[in-house]
């Protein structure tokens, strides 16, 4: 990179961004649609400077000020874990973290920074002339690095090339500081195969890299099964899911673990479509809610008997416990016609109405559907009838949804 393309000029960091802290979702939005960066300052208060006259950067930044006396900054200050001040923070447009929040002291600091954030953006040669060579699977494994890198910048996924780089690497290559912080967001992990395998043979190892506390790898982790669970769908990778669950399972206890385990299992064989092994961890995930109430049941009579208080029942773990067996019927009668399954399914449905303290539309809705595939039509109808009217007149999309099935109903037409 030459420097006259990086050097463009001498410009004081905070003479474009003292006024008070932009929208962070406006910001990123202008970044995306100008195809920039977005470089935060922060200091400790509106009165602060940073400690040196200017720094040496060019256009490719959107530059803004936050400030730890600012409450609206703060709650953004929080989000990335700032510790001390000042510091930069460098986002790309999608507000994900291109290089480690950086503490700055000195002029020097500063400007090794910004140098190190432009060569992430010089590109020898076009991002399409990359996606061809890895079509045509021309990469080796630093070319590979340097595509993750490239990718990463422009905030989008990188799992299955980080599956292919980790299969050529070494684990010195992974085990290796800015290795691990390309690979692993600071908000979520991206889980494919062979680089889960990896993150599970060496948790520890890289927990003491990063510097990361066992409760915040969970953190981490708890984040990316939601975000990587669609992915692992579409690619079937199963040791992925487990993997994931396994690590998020560790903050529960054994009651929560099961249930975690079954429901997470039981939406991957929904969504990938696989009925036999869907029925069997549905029934697995009722029956882990179950005996889950009833042992916190107990547990709360018992205290009740020490106290000397009258027994009330807990609405809070009732609706938890309904919202899961609803949950675990309706998945089974969306993916199957299998007359013994649906009547299991009926009877979950059951237990969820009368464990559930309010909101029963939704469970009369899947009543419905079940009655209705086991050729009850007209005790569907009067359950779909029920759930229409319970609806909030304000949720227009679900009213229309259960109305439109209603009507399909009626004219005894396929739902399932």
Known sequence: MKKTAVLIGFIFLTSVTNAKFADLHELLYSAK??????????????TSNFPFDSITFDDRFIEASLYASNPSDLAIINEYRVESY???????????????????????????????????KHEPKPMAQFDLEYRNNKMNKTSLYEYIGKRTYSGLDNSE?????????????????????????????????????????????????????????????????????????????????????????????????????????????????????????????????LQYKEEQEKELLEKNKLLFSPSFKNSALRTVCASKLRNAAQYVVETTSAKSALTDALSWSVKAEQFAVDDKYDIYETQAYILYKLGKRDEAITNMEKAYSLIPHDNVAQKTNIGFNLIKMKRGEKIY
Do not use: W
Request: hydrophobic letters at 40%.
């Open 33 to 46: 649609s100008r195809n920039k960066l977005l470089l935060l300052n922060v200091l400790s208060s509106e």
């Open 86 to 120: 000042p510091c930069i923070i460098l986002l790309n447009s999608n507000g994900h973290l291109l290089l480690p929040v950086k503490k700055v002291d000195s002029h020097a600091e500063v400007k090794a920074y910004i140098e190190k954030a432009l060569k992430m």
């Open 161 to 289: 090339i980080i599956d292919k780089y980790t299969s050529l690497a070494t684990p010195g290559d992974l085990l290796n500081r800015e290795t691990l912080l390309l690979f692993i967001d600071e908000n979520i992990f991206n889980i494919p195969g062979a680089f889960c395998n990896f993150l599970k043979q060496n948790h520890e190892e890289i927990r003491e890299i990063l510097r990361l506390s066992d409760e915040r790898f969970h953190r981490l982790t708890e984040k990316s099964v939601e975000y990587n669970f669609q992915k692992i769908c579409a690619n079937r990778n199963e040791p992925a899911l487990t993997y994931i669950i396994d690590i998020k399972a560790n903050t529960f206890n054994a009651g929560d673990r099961e249930i975690l385990r079954n429901e997470y299992m039981t939406r991957y064989f929904h969504t990938t479509y696989q009925p036999v092994k869907l029925i069997n961890h549905a029934k697995e995930y009722v029956s882990a809610v």
